[in-house]
């Protein structure tokens, strides 16, 4: 190096590096089993491709660790109060963390005054160069990363008490693994660091001091982290988060050097639901008023073999709204692993009038974080909220809720907005928000990671501004809720059985506490959701799975019969009188979760999957599993129930 490194009045010591060009992202060639076991893995990432020659015209100096607390707080001694939340990032050389991108822009801004020299935070580019240190292999030592070095290098469930251990808390102290060629430590691990660029695809060719596109929703970050695996600290991996976003898993690293003339990458063409989008308000086509089931639709439309940011692998969990204008937006998530890091939200539209869902797109995803779940809900104004479950990292032991709202029938979106406070249970949306009486919004949300253990409810009384947890728990996750007379909530989940039967919840109080007693209904399972809404004619719409389960038959025999059935309240779920089968007998074959087959009987219906539904504006109710669209009326639904008789919960 022709400089030698300095040393500003925090004491940061600040590596010179010169100009100079260097391949930056993956060839996609494999990588050893020492990074990675799982073949999904072994090619790195689809964004770090195309590799690609990057020349940085202008020399810089980078600090040689990422800032400590004690640097941190010279800027911002009320950082102070956020040592040890969560457990970690103690002592004074510890990374400072809990500081999101606007924060790190802040202090940048507050040491370039202080210092009379300019300080920033790195680019992308700049950062890959620096980690690389003139190596082209996954890691600056090699194509492994050396265990000695790792900090709890392990896909961490972590606060979630019943998949943490103690050793989820590590030590966040800066440079206690040796420093790259180029005199930087931790650029593999210890937390991650913010850069300057907003997060986009890499662009084809060859590049001049690149920086990511001109606008966008989530900022790089770099260099992986404590309690993640190895992978993911590879020189190549690129990962993002909101700008707001605050975790333990966040910190930075700063580049005192003017910024060069910057390469912006060109704008993205906008994902097929959200282009020619009919701004017109326009009400569904009305239901017949005879018995009515259209032939089920596929919405799943991924070719197979996608490898990213869709994936052909798992498709689950889906939400569905209608929007103003009739069309029918459904969204969901998409991974190999359902903890992965891989996972994102993804969308498809079915226009009013069409018979087939469009190609599913990208709609939605913070790079190399687990989105688990999405909700949404259409207020009377045309408005339609949607709710996304995000990880400070991989699983969904540790989320926040982001809210994002359009007002033009899904063409746009607001930026995701962070409404919960911290990241951690009680933060999975289901999709069944319903707008209260009183006028409070509510959003189920599952309130544990495991099978039994409840439902949150979040609230809203300002229009989704702001929101609490209720501080009850609904007996069952993924549960469905709707409101019943006198201002109540009555909910149905999965899980938490109550004398071997699902159990039903009510509340009295906006689910402050909730009184629970056995359904009828027989319990459901891994793999299944069940969808519970009230219909504009007034009954309760209840859909779940069952095995061995008695409806009325044409002739007024009971048919027995399994899988997806619909059944009806009239008294708020006092009674419920099993409808029918989802199924017009067809004998017609089709596909459940993740491409399993089956087929259509007068006793068979689909197996499992995840279920939401919602009913339109021209009264045809809309039925979703995690792979098939069901479209029936209510006329369908009663006609055989003369014959059958009300079943009654404990």
């Given at each position: 190096m022709a400089q030698?490194?300095?040393?500003n009045?925090?004491g ?9 060009e260097?391949i930056m992202?993956?060839?996609g060639?494999a990588?050893?089993?020492a ?10 990432d689809?964004?770090?491709?195309p590799?690609?020659?990057v020349?940085l ?8 660790t ?20 969560q457990g970690f990032?103690?002592?004074?050389d510890?990374a400072?963390?809990f500081?999101s ?8 801004e ?6 009379g020299?300019?300080y ?28 000695a070095y ?5 896909r961490?469930?972590?606060?979630d008490?019943?998949?943490?251990s ?8 800066v440079?206690?693994s ?7 430590y931790?650029?593999h691990?210890n937390?991650e660091?913010w850069?300057?660029?907003?997060y986009?695809?890499y ?7 690149p920086?990511g596109?001109?606008?966008?929703e ?12 190895a992978?993911?600290?590879r020189?190549?991996?690129?990962q993002g988060a909101?700008?707001?976003e605050?975790s ?6 700063v580049?005192?050097g ?6 912006a ?19 569904a ?9 259209a ?5 799943v439309?991924?070719p197979s073999?996608s490898?990213g940011p869709?994936w052909?692998?798992h498709n689950?969990?889906?939400?569905v ?8 937006l459904?969204?969901w ?5 359902e903890?992965?890091?891989?996972t994102s939200?993804?969308?498809?539209r079915?226009?009013?009038?069409s ?9 939605w ?11 949404f ?8 909220l949607?709710w996304?479950?995000v990880?400070a ?10 809210q994002?709202?359009s ?6 979106w607001?930026p995701g907005?962070i409404v919960?406070?911290d990241h951690?249970l ?9 707008r209260h009486?009183?006028?409070?919004l509510?959003l ?9 253990g409840?439902?949150?409810?979040q609230?809203?009384h300002?229009?989704g ?5 209720a501080?009850g728990?609904?007996a ?15 909910a ?10 699902m159990p039903?919840?009510v509340?009295r109080d906006?689910g402050?506490t909730?009184?629970f007693r ?22 309760l719409?209840?859909?779940?799975f069952?095995a061995?389960v008695e409806?009325?038959?044409l002739?007024?025999?009971?048919i027995?019969g399994?899988?997806?059935?619909a059944a009806l ?11 029918r089968?989802?199924?017009?007998g067809?004998g ?8 399993a087959?089956?087929t259509l ?6 197996p499992r999957g995840?279920?939401?539904a919602?009913?339109?504006?021209g009264?045809t109710i809309?039925l979703l ?7 029936f009326n209510l006329a ?6 003369s014959a059958?008789?009300?079943?009654h919960?404990?």
């Amino acid at each position: 190096m022709a400089q030698e490194p300095i040393t500003n009045s925090l004491g940061m010591t600040l590596i010179p590096l010169p100009p100079g060009e260097f391949i930056m992202g993956s060839r996609g060639d494999a990588l050893p089993e020492a990074v990675t076991t799982r073949a999904h893995l072994r090619h790195g990432d689809v964004d770090e491709r195309p590799a690609h020659r990057v020349t940085l015209s202008q020399p810089f100096h980078i600090a040689a660790t990422e800032v400590t607390n004690a640097e941190y707080e010279a800027y911002d001694p009320a950082h102070r109060a956020l040592r040890g939340k969560q457990g970690f990032s103690r002592e004074d050389d510890e990374a400072a963390v809990f500081v999101s991108w606007d924060d790190a822009v802040g202090f940048c801004e507050w040491l370039s005054e202080r210092e009379g020299r300019p300080y920033r935070l790195p680019t992308e580019a700049e950062w890959e160069y620096a980690c690389r240190a003139g190596t082209t292999t996954a890691f600056w030592t090699g194509d492994a990363w050396p265990e000695a070095y790792g900090k709890n290098q392990r896909r961490s469930w972590y606060p979630d008490p019943e998949r943490s251990s103690a050793e989820d808390v590590v030590s966040l102290r800066v440079a206690q693994s040796p420093p790259n060629p180029w005199g930087l430590y931790d650029t593999h691990g210890n937390v991650e660091e913010w850069c300057l660029d907003w997060y986009g695809p890499y662009p084809v060719g060859d590049r001049v001091n690149p920086v990511g596109p001109a606008e966008g929703e989530f900022r790089v970050t770099r260099g992986g982290s404590h309690s993640t695996e190895a992978y993911y600290l590879r020189s190549a991996n690129r990962q993002g988060a909101l700008p707001g976003e605050r975790s333990w898993y966040i910190g930075f690293r700063v580049v005192m050097g003017e910024l060069p003339e910057l390469d912006a990458a060109p704008a993205q063409p906008l994902p097929l639901h959200q282009r020619d989008v009919s701004a017109a308000p326009r009400p569904a086509e009305p239901t017949p008023a005879e018995p009515w089931f259209a032939p089920p639709l596929p919405t799943v439309r991924i070719p197979s073999g996608s490898m990213g940011p869709l994936w052909s692998q798992h498709n689950h969990v889906p939400a569905v709204v209608e929007c103003p204008n009739g069309d029918l937006l459904a969204a969901w998530y998409s991974c190999v692993e359902e903890a992965g890091r891989e996972t994102s939200v993804v969308a498809s539209r079915l226009r009013l009038g069409s018979e087939a869902w469009e190609p599913a797109e990208l709609m939605w995803d913070a790079p190399d974080r687990t989105e688990e779940s999405n909700a949404f809900l259409r207020l009377e104004d045309g408005r339609i909220l949607q709710w996304i479950c995000v990880s400070a990292a991989a699983t969904w032991g540790n989320c926040v809720i982001v809210q994002r709202v359009s007002t033009d029938s899904g063409a746009t979106w607001s930026p995701g907005r962070i409404v919960t406070p911290d990241h951690g249970l009680r933060h999975m949306p289901i999709d069944s928000a319903i707008r209260h009486s009183s006028g409070a919004l509510l959003l189920p949300c599952d309130a544990v990671t495991g099978g039994d253990g409840g439902t949150a409810l979040q609230v809203s009384h300002d229009e989704g501004a702001t929101w609490a947890d209720a501080g009850g728990t609904i007996a069952g996750i993924h549960a469905g809720v709707v409101e019943i007379a006198g201002g109540s909530l009555l909910a149905l989940g999965r899980g938490d059985t109550i004398d071997g039967r699902m159990p039903l919840s009510v509340s009295r109080d906006l689910g402050a506490t909730w009184e629970f007693r056995a359904s009828p209904f027989p319990p459901i399972s891994g793999g299944q959701r069940l969808a519970l809404i009230r219909l504009r004619e007034g009954p309760l719409f209840f859909a779940s799975f069952a095995a061995g389960v008695e409806v009325p038959g044409l002739d007024g025999e009971p048919i027995i019969g399994s899988g997806l059935f619909a059944a009806l309240s009239e008294d708020d779920g006092e009674t419920w009188r099993v409808a029918r089968f989802i199924t017009d007998g067809s004998g017609r074959a089709l596909e459940t979760t993740d491409g399993a087959p089956f087929t259509l009987s007068e006793t068979e219906a689909e197996p499992r999957g995840y279920l939401t539904a919602i009913q339109d504006s021209g009264g045809t109710i809309h039925l979703l599993s995690s792979r098939q669209h069901y479209r029936f009326n209510l006329a369908w639904l009663t006609e055989r129930l003369s014959a059958s008789a009300a079943l009654h919960g404990e």
